[in-house]
């Protein structure tokens, strides 16, 4: 297994690279052809692609996930793929209608404010041409065609970003040059997708395949609209109790905290469709309990990183007017990785109790709710990066909790929980008393040192791998 993991992830995780990276490139782009006022309201819109993407289509993929790997036969396997598409299909068309016939009323309320409506229409296409495409990626995951799916992931990237570039900078069309953009780029990738895909999906929807398939799938609803709003509760509470601006600058500092995204979605794509095919060997807990030592070090170093160079980064990417993000994005990176990290928390999956993730998620989404309405009117929009995280971190100890009764995988908890002790304190010692100048650079550097000192000596990297990675390395390089 950690073979295929090391190979998938590493193909996974190149047009996440590049995805992420373009999303950093294009941030000086997005503060400088939007107002913080603009960008909040497209903020606001990427929210609500995020609700429809869980809700409309009933989360029918992560079934395809389950039935398709188990199955042998290729022609049920096409049944369950085809099925999967073509009700996606004919959910996102209700919903496009329904939403165009009402486009005046609902911009105004998804976007925070009136005059918005063709930019809301231009997200509307943009929202059914990703809705399909997020499936046909999916897809090509559940057949572990890691090429394939980081080969679409890179068209629909660059072709968003070069797109987004021309008709917002070049053209002046700003929101709606931005959303042109997404929406080009998605139909691009969901017009190669169709093809990579036309062995298995064909016109055919069976009752058979598809009742199974929702079944599993409806609790897995409720459970998405609670993540959600964890996820997205603080820009509504924001807009609520502040301005579009806070909103723009808490989704600015968002953008940047996601950079470090880039090894999860790599860790996911790999992962989850590993652990559905080998979960009953022997030695898979054991693997899992390995990458995810080796994740944590790395979210650690980068969380480390941006957060000890924050004003510089923002003084690099994004104008004066949204230099104020530095305020959220302390909170905001370990919020996005915890809200990811339930894929090394696979038990409640294998053993098929998705009521739980319902009831998790919910939980979570109220006490993120009830943190963000007690925390903004105290500290500002930062007090919503805040609920978030503790939100988001009270979510991942639940789920983990439960995974480890139904399949337990061997964490060393209090190691784990010193590194993090251990490095946060660091960052905060440095910030407190060497705000600026030279002697700030050189304690960020050493605090940065002591910290991968640490993961060594609390066994979050062991010897072992250590010294693998050297041979590796001398191996690379010609050493003898």
Not at 403 to 421: C, K, T
Request: with cysteine; hydrophobic share 55%.
């Amino acid at each position: 297994m950690i073979r295929s993991f090391l190979k998938d992830s590493a193909i996974y995780v190149i047009p996440s690279i590049v995805s992420r990276g373009m999303s950093l490139f294009l941030v000086p782009l997005y503060t400088r052809v939007l107002s913080p006022d603009d960008y909040g309201a497209l903020d606001l819109l990427i929210m609500f692609a995020g609700i429809v993407n869980l809700t409309v289509s009933l989360e029918i993929s992560q079934a395809v996930a389950r039935f398709y790997s188990d199955e042998s036969d290729p022609n049920k396997k096409v049944e369950y793929a085809s099925s999967g598409f073509w009700f996606t299909l004919i959910c996102y068309l209700l919903f496009l209608v329904i939403c165009f016939s009402f486009s005046d009323y609902i911009s105004t309320l998804v976007m925070g404010r009136k005059g918005l409506e063709l930019p809301f229409q231009i997200g509307l296409a943009y929202i059914f041409f990703n809705g399909l495409m997020y499936f046909v990626q999916n897809q090509l995951r559940w057949e572990l065609r890691s090429k394939a799916y980081s080969f679409l992931s890179l068209i629909f990237s660059l072709s968003t970003a070069i797109a987004s570039i021309w008709l917002a900078y070049f053209l002046n069309y700003g929101i709606e040059g931005v959303l042109f953009g997404m929406t080009i780029g998605s139909f691009l990738a969901l017009l190669i997708g169709c093809w990579q895909l036309r062995n298995s999906i064909r016109l055919k929807i069976s009752r058979n395949s598809l009742y199974p398939m929702l079944f599993f799938s409806a609790p897995l609803v409720p459970a998405g609209i609670a993540i959600w709003i964890s996820g997205y509760v603080d820009r509504i509470m924001i807009n609520h109790f502040l301005t579009l601006e806070e909103v723009g600058l808490f989704g600015i500092g968002f953008r940047l905290a996601s950079i470090g995204s880039i090894v999860i979605v790599g860790f996911q794509a790999a992962l989850t469709p590993l652990v559905y095919t080998y979960h009953s060997m022997p030695d898979t807990p054991f693997q899992l309990s390995r990458i995810f030592r080796l994740f944590l070090a790395f979210c650690i170093l980068f969380f480390l990183g941006i957060n000890l160079f924050v004003h510089d980064i923002l003084a690099l990417f994004t104008q004066p007017a949204f230099y104020d993000a530095y305020k959220v994005i302390i909170y905001l990176i370990p919020s996005i990785l915890l809200g990811q990290m339930y894929i090394f928390a696979p038990g409640i999956f294998l053993a098929n109790k998705t009521s739980y993730v319902l009831w998790i998620n919910i939980f979570g989404a109220i006490v993120n709710a009830l943190l963000n309405f007690i925390l903004i009117p105290l500290m500002g929009f930062s007090g919503a990066g805040l609920a978030t995280m503790l939100g988001q971190g009270l979510v991942f100890i639940i789920y983990m909790i439960l995974s480890q009764r139904y399949y337990p995988v061997p964490h060393n908890w209090l190691n784990i929980g010193l590194v993090i002790v251990f490095s946060t304190g660091l960052m905060l010692i440095v910030k407190s008393y060497y705000p600026s100048g030279g002697l700030y650079y050189f304690f960020c550097v050493l605090s940065i040192i002591f910290t991968i000192f640490s993961f060594i000596f609390l066994g979050l990297i062991k010897s072992d791998e250590m010294t693998v990675v050297g041979k590796k390395i001398k191996l690379t390089l010609g050493i003898n």
